[in-house]
DNA sequence: GAATAATAGTTAGCCGGCTAATGCTAGGTC
DNA sequence: GACCTAGCATTAGCCGGCTAACTATTATTC
């Protein structure tokens, strides 16, 4: 019975992995944890981003939404569609500007504050169930640090090259 | 230009958001950066695992690659169905098991390996940039760790239950 | 005021991930 | 040999993520 299939690609262990295939592999683990904790309440993987900020401001616009989501209008597009199918936000367009959709709670969106913020503490307890605070700390800062590194697109600022203007 | 739109959904930092929004938002920049890289050589943000594999061994049953990659079967077989049709690899039923799809690396996919290894290396190296060796492996033992606790399904054994066969 | 630029959303289509349901092959058991 | 079980792979369909291309509205600029 081979403990751990191994991790994606590298060796076996899981130690010595690269930190790019451990980052895939702990963010598969955690996705799937959070989906089956959230499906409890009717919710999908990453659908609980929507309502927390919906809880903190009820109508909001579609584009700040998807601004403090950091994900691209089509995605953002997608998710409230299905959210509003499911009958936990509503959809209008502002009277006051005609291109934004102003995207509130319905009850049932409000009422799952209760119960998704109880998931949310129960996954992040799972999650750094192994941890002690000090390390947990340690792995919040460093996290952060790569973000920043793998965010700040490409080489630094190679005295020669023209400064590329961040693509798009 | 606000810096930093925010992470998902906890304040604005960054450093203070919990663990469960950080891993997303470090995957996905993983993810992205990845895939701008990988776009070089004609290959998506995941079919890399796949090739890493196949080179190691090339005719790799299927169920194989499956387990390695620790995904699901229908995943590796949209994943498979698109690196052939893309010219990458091969496949065929085994003579020996007519159940076993055998993948096989072809001469373009074989092509793909210097290149990929040099992908893969940037990636890494712009991953750690901002980080020391050291805390590298204390970044690749946290992660491990946290990947441990997540996939140890469920309560860790409160004496009384008796130890559920690991679910499914 | 008309032309242009910037913003906001949508649609189409692709990729990786999943579950549920189906089919097919190989191994056991009786 | 017939039956049942286990293992391998596929199809359909959903979810989150993306780019490219498009529409519509508001804001600028001349």
Redesign the pocket.
């Known amino acids: 019975m081979t403990r751990s299939t191994s991790t994606s690609v590298d060796g076996g262990g899981l130690e010595d992995a690269s930190i790019s295939s451990l980052i895939?592999t702990v963010s598969?683990a955690h996705r799937?944890l959070a989906g089956s904790l959230l499906a409890e309440v009717g919710l999908?993987?990453?659908?609980q981003f929507v309502l927390m900020l919906l809880w903190k401001a009820s109508p909001t616009?579609?584009?700040d939404l998807?601004r403090q989501?950091m994900?691209?209008?089509?995605?953002a597009?997608?998710?409230?569609a299905?959210l509003e199918k499911a009958g936990f936000i509503e959809?209008r367009r502002s009277a006051a500007?005609?291109?934004?959709?102003l995207v509130s709670l319905t009850e049932s969106g409000r009422a799952l504050e209760a119960p998704v913020t109880s998931i949310w503490t129960r996954l992040e307890e799972q999650t750094t169930s192994d941890l002690t605070p000090a390390e947990q700390a340690q792995l919040r800062h460093l996290l952060s640090r790569v973000t920043r590194s793998l965010t700040a697109d490409g080489d630094p600022g190679p005295p020669g090259a023209a400064a590329r203007p961040a693509a798009r």
């Open positions: 895939p598969k799937n999908a993987a990453g659908q616009s579609q584009a998807t989501l994900i691209e209008p089509p995605t597009a997608k998710m409230l299905r959809r500007d005609g291109r934004v959709v």
